[in-house]
């Protein structure tokens, strides 16, 4: 009784893991690009309202 130790037809269980991870950190990544995105816009907009109600109006005076 001898057991045959024949490779698996299809990929590679270590490669189909691997594939796995390298999806999930590119996921991982975009949506780490998109938060800082958002939040460099949101920050824009609070300087720039900000600097709007400091900034002396002409005319008002």
Excluded: C, F, V, Y
Aim: proline letters at 5%; glycine letters at 8%.
């Amino acid at each position: 009784m001898t057991k045959n130790s024949s490779p698996k037809t299809g990929a590679k269980p270590g490669a189909t893991r691997d594939d796995r991870l390298k999806a999930a950190l590119k996921a991982n990544m975009a949506r780490r690009k998109a938060q800082a995105r958002a939040r460099a816009a949101s920050g824009q907009e609070i300087e720039l309202k900000a600097g709007a109600e400091d900034a002396p109006q002409s005319g008002k005076e």
